[in-house]
């Protein structure tokens, strides 16, 4: 599975950006995909996710009512809206996806997820 994601840039706090990340080399069916994070000098961070079967979507604490996750299945792309950001939201952020449909309890692992994608930068100026 290859994952080319793209939409990062620069944003003034309070702004937003669309992140997309198209897989390729798969036909998607049950896997969970979503977005990890990493800021400079802090461990990744969970972002959010969504089961490709069923669509149900899981955010972390920091982004809760912020960003929203969706998905295009005629595309296998996913995306991350992100509104309202903020300072602390600079960071990489990189597309993920598992081969499997992953429970509540491993979704915010990164080692569930097997394949990730390049990165792409996001810095908001405060």
């Known amino acids: 599975v290859q994952l080319q994601a793209s939409g990062g840039g620069l944003v003034q706090a309070g702004g937003s950006l669309r992140l997309s990340c198209a897989a390729s080399g798969r036909t998607l069916s049950r896997e969970t995909m979503g977005w990890f994070r990493r800021a400079p000098g802090k461990e990744r961070e969970f972002v959010a996710a969504i089961r490709w079967s069923g669509g149900n979507k899981f955010y972390g604490d920091a982004v809760k009512n912020r960003f929203t996750i969706s998905r295009n299945n005629a595309e296998s792309t996913v995306y991350l809206q992100m509104n309202s950001l903020k300072h602390e939201d600079t960071a990489v952020y990189y597309c993920?996806?598992?081969?499997?449909?992953?429970?509540?309890?491993?979704?915010?692992?990164?080692?569930?997820?097997?394949?990730w994608g390049q990165g792409t930068q996001v810095t908001v100026s405060s």
């Open positions: 993920v996806i598992s081969d499997f449909s992953l429970i509540l309890s491993e979704i915010r692992k990164p080692a569930r997820y097997s394949y």
